[in-house]
């Protein structure tokens, strides 16, 4: 496992980048937000990612008066619902012109989380185009040492020095960007252990997205892609709950699984949504007689078992997604579909008679009235036959006061590699039914009070040794 992500020391690194890449002056509570959601994030892979997706934001804020919804929805834990009510605001009463005017209509917490992450400038008709941004760049650059040296430093076991070595090189105009990672961690042996690579083009006509090089997907509510997933069960009694993400991003975090390698683009002809996606790259994983038998997410390459490991299984995916939103009004709906293929260098054990790959589809829509939200997806794996699926409602019940409530049933032989679903036990979409209900309420100023309830049912503990089922059920309080 990697060391813990938010030491005294990564909180002040994190502190002093966010400053130095803040185009303007942050509102005092700003590192406050940025903290609480890193504090919040899932796993330590989704946190890195979600501090690099933080820290782009803080450079390049969305701009509020002239952002579409797809765009309001990449600043995390901004609801539909919350979405719907800007754009509302801006067509009936005009720009909004503070972060005070913004508490006013997606409340203040809300408003005090992302402020740091938008631009209040008002767009105006007769500003070019090319002077409302210019490039810009930024170079990171990290080393540090261990004191005293690990274990495998001191015997021998680990391959390499102790040092690690992080280096990051960004580079971006209003429409294109350009971002190169290299990371080695302690006991490896080449400096270039890790790199990961991405050019991208974005917002330029009906194109929304395209993205060659290192990339993650996220469609419905993870079912079959839930790579945007960065809050799931347990962080939050509401947020979580329901996943809403960009489909397609480019990935610029150091976390060496968790994302695709190849090419996408997302078109937007009208109230249409198009992305297609092509993937081709090596995993690490462990194989025994010539049938993998797990897969290795540490990222890790130290010693001689873990080196082993790195990259000897190919993995190629291909796949489209199809989407269609609906406005008329206070009414926003969405629908759409994914249909994937997947094949590994290898077969899998335990996949349909070890099988090296599948083929997966999955249906999702959603709805937005006022402020209540319906979300729900169902997804298909072709090897083994299984069908999962979700579905809930979050609203606004007052002033004040938010809830959810959502149902899960996931069957036992569901399979996708890239599930990140809502989940009691791991994220990956299968062997789970349950119920869930969470609430939320402002009680002071500077006070929120919060509670969830989950009754969750495994149809399978083990399906050689322990094939009965398992239940179980999760409060939680939060203030």
Known sequence: MREPMFTPQRRLVAAIVLFFTAS??????????????????????????????????RSRPVPVNSATEEQLL??????????????????LHGPISSGSELAAIIGEESAGRLSPFLSFRVPRASVKKET??????????????????????????YAGDNRHLYSRVQASTPGYGVSLLQESD?????????????????????????????????????????????????????????????ALRPYTAAAETGFL?????????????????????????????????????????????????????SQSVNGLNLRYRYRSGELNAGIGATLISWQYGLPLEGLDGGRRGSSNGSVEAGVVYRQVQLFSEAAFSRYPDALSWIGGVQ?????????????????????????????????????????????????LTNLTLAGSYDIFRFSELDREDYPLPSSGHDARLYA
């Open 24 to 57: 303007t002056p942050a509102p005092l509570h700003a590192y406050d937000s940025i903290e609480e959601l890193l504090d919040r994030a899932e796993s330590q892979g989704n946190t890195e990612e979600l501090f690099s997706v933080l820290e782009e934001l």
């Open 186 to 246: 302690i006991g490896e042996r080449d400096i270039d252990d890790f790199l990961s690579f991405s050019i991208h083009a974005q917002k330029i006509g009906v194109l929304t997205q395209a993205v060659v090089g290192n990339y993650r997907l996220s469609f419905g509510q993870g079912l079959l892609f839930g790579q945007g997933r960065y809050f799931s069960k347990g962080s939050d009694a509401i947020d979580g709950v329901q996943l809403f993400a960009p």
């Open 132 to 157: 409302q941004g210019g490039f810009e760049g930024s170079v990171i650059e990290r080393v540090s040492w261990d004191s005293p040296p690990r274990t495998g430093i001191l015997n021998g076991k």
């Open 74 to 91: 990449e600043l995390p834990l901004l609801t539909p619902i919350e979405a719907a009510r800007i754009i509302d605001w801006r067509r």
């Open 261 to 313: 390698q190849g090419s996408a683009v997302t078109l937007s002809p009208g109230a249409f949504e198009f992305t297609a996606f092509s993937s081709s790259e090596k995993l690490d994983a462990t194989i025994t007689d010539g049938v993998v038998t797990g897969f290795s997410d540490t990222g890790y390459h130290r010693s001689t078992s873990e080196i082993a490991k790195k990259d000897n299984l």
């Open 395 to 443: 609203a606004d019940l007052a002033k004040g006061i938010s809830g959810v409530i959502s149902i899960r049933n996931y069957a036992v032989d569901y399979y996708s590699p890239f599930a990140g679903a809502f989940a009691e036990k791991g994220d990956g979409g299968s062997n789970e039914q349950g119920y869930y209900i969470g609430l939320k309420a402002k009680a």
